[in-house]
């Protein structure tokens, strides 16, 4: 082997060469270390932080919104390739010809991404409050909450401005057995069709095909989506109360991974944060699932104070009892009142209520 050639596989440079040869020689040398290690950086470079989500426009959007926060936050993130995310598909997202309810409610759209948490393949999992149970599973803790987005609902219809403009036995389309409960009971001469699934994109183009006649969407994720041209109308908190952190995002890590827990709690946003116990409070008091019509709403009221508004209807609408809190805007009193709540309206209720 020539001296070039042994110096380009990782040889050595004799010292007898003239230093014209070895002034050339040692450049191409440097020139070739260079690229080399540019090339086993790339091969080899691992993200700093793997983020779950599942795959559709909706959840990705919140997962980038994670990414670009941490981005912004952490100097060490910024770099290109630092944050990967991971696409994972759920149940909720592989079964959409049955309703929630109906194969198996809680955990839907949050299990194989947990799984994937515990078995180290993400480090960080990025969730739509709403649809997290109210365990967390072993081993794993959800210590952030990114500020939230606007909590009500939207009214999209190609006929209509309003629900009440709809002409009676008109349908509307949902998968959430809250918006139906809610809309019959003050519309009882709608159809209410409640396996009406997929994602927003899916929902929208149902309606445009005359699939329905309107439906209700979270007003949180058309905004997160820049979709809000397609809103119609927006309803009020009194005419629907939103469901159980509707408009938070979750970011949870494993409970043993101090640095990930670290760098989502820069993040988080702890008026958001509480609201969200609050609300998770009642919904685990009243052991809500897919099949309870069940909304609950906290915020901060003019005085500074938690003001805190709890529902659970008859799935067909006929009845539906609420309640109300207001309390120091605090942890414990927030978690209390949740709580306290839920076991009034699970005592008001009685044991048969929701089988109506």
């Not at 194969?103 to 078995?119: H, M, P, R, V």
């Not at 219809?157 to 809309?183: C, E, F, H, M, Y």
């Not at 009221?301 to 120091?328: H, I, K, Q």
Request: proline residues 4%; glycine residues 6%.
């Amino acid at each position: 082997m020539n001296t070039l050639s042994s110096t380009l596989h990782g040889g050595w440079l004799p010292r007898s060469a003239s230093k014209t040869k070895t002034a050339s020689l040692s450049k191409c040398h440097r020139i070739w270390v260079t690229k080399a290690s540019v090339a086993v950086e790339q091969q080899t470079k691992v993200a700093l932080i793997r983020i779950g989500t599942r795959g559709s426009p909706l959840a990705l959007a919140q997962a980038y919104e994670t990414r670009d926060k941490l981005m912004a936050s952490h100097p060490d993130l910024a770099e290109e390739g630092a944050i990967e995310i991971v696409i994972i598909k759920t149940t909720g997202d592989k079964i959409l010809t049955q309703p929630l309810a109906d194969i198996g409610g809680k955990g839907l759209f949050t299990k194989e991404i947990d799984e994937a948490l515990l078995n180290s393949e993400i480090d960080i999992a990025v969730h739509s409050m709403k649809d997290v149970p109210t365990y967390l599973p072993d081993k794993t803790i959800l210590p952030c909450n990114l500020p939230r987005e606007d909590v009500r609902d939207a009214f999209i219809s190609l006929t209509a401005a309003s629900l009440a403009d709809l002409p009676p036995a008109s349908v509307i389309g949902t998968a959430s057995l809250r918006r139906k409960s809610q809309i019959l009971h003050r519309y009882p001469s709608l159809n209410v069709q409640e396996n009406f699934r997929g994602n927003v994109q899916t929902r929208l183009r149902k309606l445009n095909e005359g699939v329905v006649q309107a439906t209700l969407l979270a007003l949180a994720g058309l905004k997160r989506l820049s979709m809000t041209e397609n809103v119609t109308s927006i309803l009020s908190i009194d005419d629907m109360l939103p469901a159980v952190a509707q408009g938070a995002i979750g970011i949870a890590c494993r409970s043993d991974d101090d640095k990930m827990a670290e760098y989502i709690d820069s993040l988080n946003h702890e008026e958001t944060r509480l609201a969200v116990v609050c609300e998770r409070a009642f919904l685990q008091t009243l052991d809500g699932s897919c099949r309870t019509p069940i909304a609950g709403y906290a915020c901060r009221n003019e005085d500074g104070n938690c003001l805190f508004r709890g529902l659970v209807a008859s799935p067909d609408g006929t009845r539906v009892l609420e309640t109300s809190r207001v309390g120091p805007y605090a942890v414990e009193d927030m978690i209390e009142m949740g709580k306290d709540a839920g076991k009034e309206l699970l005592s008001r209720a009685g044991p048969n209520f929701f089988s109506s």
